[in-house]
């Protein structure tokens, strides 16, 4: 099961802080609007999502149709496909998307731990 680029969406206190910190690491700014608290920082082989205010825990996000620069791809395992497979794999779909559509969307799984994952296509 293809599942697209992978990132880290991380949860942070202070943007500027957290900006400043990861670009101290190598990361650049590839995306995002600081007035609107959020960011997408690249690094050489990863991409982290910086977000203030908008959710409490730490999320893993894949992108179907993505790559890890954000480029599409010519082919992909639509997130209705893979959200039917998870859910015949006995794994509870915390918010899903209707399988009947197509195109954008989004769909959350929980890990045995706890942590949520995002699969967020946007093509």
């Known amino acids: 099961m293809e599942l697209g680029g992978f990132s880290i969406s991380l949860a942070v206190k202070d943007l500027r802080k957290s900006k400043e910190f ?29 977000f203030q205010g908008m959710f409490d825990k730490n999320i893993m996000t894949f992108n179907p149709g993505w790559d890890e620069n954000a480029k599409s791809l010519e082919s992909f395992t639509d997130l209705r496909e893979i959200q039917k497979k998870l859910k015949e794999k006995g794994i509870k779909i915390e918010e899903e998307i209707d399988e009947t559509g197509s195109g954008p969307g989004s769909f959350i799984i929980i890990d045995p731990d706890g942590n949520p994952i995002l699969i967020d296509q946007h093509v």
Request: net charge negative; charged share 15%; with cysteine.
């Open 22 to 50: 990861y670009e101290a690491l190598g990361f650049d700014v590839f995306h995002g609007d600081e007035s609107q608290g959020w960011l997408i920082m690249k690094g050489p082989n990863c991409n982290i999502g910086l």
